[in-house]
Every structure is written in C-alpha cells, then in structure tokens.
C-alpha cells in the first residue's frame, strides 16, 4: 500500500544488519486487541493521503471460499478456529495528476501473524489486481489487468490480461517456521505486548517478490503530541495532548537476494526501516514514522479510532 503519492516511484538502497531468524517465531495467542479501525492523515507538500485500516475477526471454516488456490506448492491453511482479516484503504489524492485508491486485503492466522492471502487493488491512471496466496514453499501471484478500453469499467474479475507468477523461497534454510505479510506488523505492534529491555523478536514477511527477516524491539519508552478521536459504543472523546508511548523499532533484510538485487521493504508505502509508536494507555498505534528515499523521514499520525470493549 502506498502512503505518499511520490512513493510509488522510489526505492530504497541498502539494508540494517539483523540477527538470523530465531527457531520459534513469536506467538500472539491470547493478546489484546482494543482497536477496530484505525484512520491516518498524511498532509505533504504533494498532496494527501487518507489511509483506513480495519481488523476483523473470522471463523476459520467460513473464510476456506474466500482462498484461491495456488496451482504450485502446499496452500497455507489456517492454524486456529479464527482468521483475522486486515483491510488498508488508502485514498491519494495528489496536487497534480489523477486520484489513487489502494485497497490491501490481508487474511492471517493471529496466533503467529502467519498469512494465508493478500489481494492488492489499484484504482485510478493505472488498474490492476493481485492475488497473493502463501503456500509453505513461495508464494503464488495471480496479477490481472483491464485488456483495453473496453475493459476499463469492468470489475477486476473480468479482466481477461493475465500473469501467473511463483515466488519460491526455503523455509528451513531462511530459519523461518511461519511467514507473515508487511500490513499485518501492524498487528503485530498491537499485540506483542513489549516491554523495553526485552530482547529482539524476529519473523519472517513476504513483500512483493521476496521474503525478509524482520528484527522489532521495544526500542524506549517517551512522551508523544497526539490528537485523534476515539469512538465507541459509549460516544465520542478526543485524545489530546502528551501521552506516554512505546515506540517499537522494526528492521529489515532481503533473505532471497543480494543487496544488488534486494528489493526495498514496504510497510504502509515506507521503505525500509520504520517505527510504530503505541499508546501504552490505550494501546492502540498513534504514529508511524519512517523514510521516503530523497524526502527524509515522514511522521504519520492518527486521525481516528473505533475502540471496543471486546479484546480480539
């Protein structure tokens, strides 16, 4: 997903050192969840982005119909009675040129962030679809594309141009048990219930055509600006002022190229490393901060939340 309208055309060079992946990636059983949407406003000189994120809850059993099936490789099924569905909605809206809408639909197992499957959207001066589906060893890519004109109005499921691709990678010589997708580190801030001096957790995300060893701490505890608004069942309240935080680092490495070859992280449009910043009150995300290449270092912060007294 794209944050900044001048994302979709940089990439990032070079990459953090990180220790090897840990032979049991981190579990997530039992954490709490106390957000159901999150809204982020981004406002630069290029235009804004307004970018909706949604965590629901799944029965396992209900979601099977809504996974493709790789013609390569073992599907990934799930690991639990639930999946969680991750939806990224963000809507760009530039100075110059044509409006963007990047919708992100994430299905994962919570208990280890394991993803089943990604469909990406793009609407706008340029259409297309891709269907990710993890299997234990890659991941298959269906990409479709409007054939024409005349197929520019259709929805996505009948667009006749299309490419089926493989990615494979070696779980056993990566040192990763499970793989997880960049969105869902989202969640991951959220229910790793960290604690600074705790030592660094790893796992495993596919990307776009890679996978990637992924290091986050709890790099120190700070005070933070924040102003958003928080709804729930029992009205409306606008969160201002000082809050304290958790601000959690994550780095980044390719495992399936060189550093010549290595494609640039993406999480949330960021390349590369990036910092989640969590409300240790509320636990929910109030800011996410990471690089643009050739822009510096870009501060996202939370417009709106829709909390529930239902933990996830």
């Given at each position: 997903m794209t944050v900044f309208f001048i994302i979709l055309v940089c990439h990032l060079g070079g990459f953090a050192p990180l220790a090897p992946a840990q032979s049991t990636p981190p579990v997530?059983?039992?954490?709490?969840?106390?957000?159901?949407?999150?809204?982020?406003?981004?406002?630069?000189f290029l235009g804004t982005v307004n970018t909706r994120i949604v965590l629901e809850q799944l029965p396992a059993d209900e979601v099977e119909d809504e996974l493709v099936a790789s013609p390569q490789g073992e599907n990934v099924r799930p690991s639990g009675r639930r999946v969680f569905h991750l939806t990224?909605?963000?809507?760009?809206?530039?100075?110059?040129?044509?409006?963007?809408?990047?919708?992100?639909?994430?299905?994962?197992?919570?208990?280890?962030a394991a993803a089943l499957q990604r469909i990406r959207l793009r609407e706008g001066k340029e259409q297309w679809e891709k269907t990710y589906r993890w299997t234990q060893n890659g991941v298959y890519r269906l990409r479709l594309k409007p054939q024409g004109a005349d197929e520019k109005n259709l929805p996505p499921g009948?667009?006749?141009?299309k490419e089926n691709s493989f990615y494979p990678y070696d779980l056993e010589q990566s040192g990763c048990l499970s793989v997880s997708?960049?969105?869902?580190?989202?969640?991951?801030?959220?229910?790793?219930?960290?604690?600074?001096?705790?030592?660094?957790?790893?796992?495993?995300a596919f990307n776009k055509k890679q996978l990637h060893l992924v290091q986050f701490q709890a790099e120190k505890s700070q005070l933070l600006e924040i102003d958003y608004l928080e709804k729930s069942q029992h009205g409306e309240t606008r969160r201002k002022g000082e809050a304290e935080?958790?601000?959690i680092s994550f780095t980044t490495r390719s495992l399936t190229a060189d550093e010549g070859r290595a494609e640039a992280f993406s999480f949330l449009g960021l390349k590369g490393n990036f910092d989640i910043f969590i409300d240790k009150a509320s636990r929910i995300p109030v800011q996410i901060s990471g690089?643009?290449?050739g822009f510096g270092r870009v501060d996202i912060k939370l417009e709106k939340a829709l909390v529930s007294p239902e933990k996830k």
């Open positions: 997530f059983e039992g954490s709490e969840i106390y957000w159901n949407s999150l809204g982020f406003k981004s406002k630069k990224v909605n963000s809507a760009i809206d530039p100075l110059v040129g044509s409006d963007e809408l990047l919708v992100t639909r994430v299905w994962f197992s919570p208990r280890k009948l667009w006749t141009d997708e960049p969105s869902v580190l989202l969640y991951v801030a959220s229910a790793a219930g960290l604690a600074v001096g705790d030592q660094p957790r790893h796992l495993c935080v958790l601000k690089k643009i290449p």
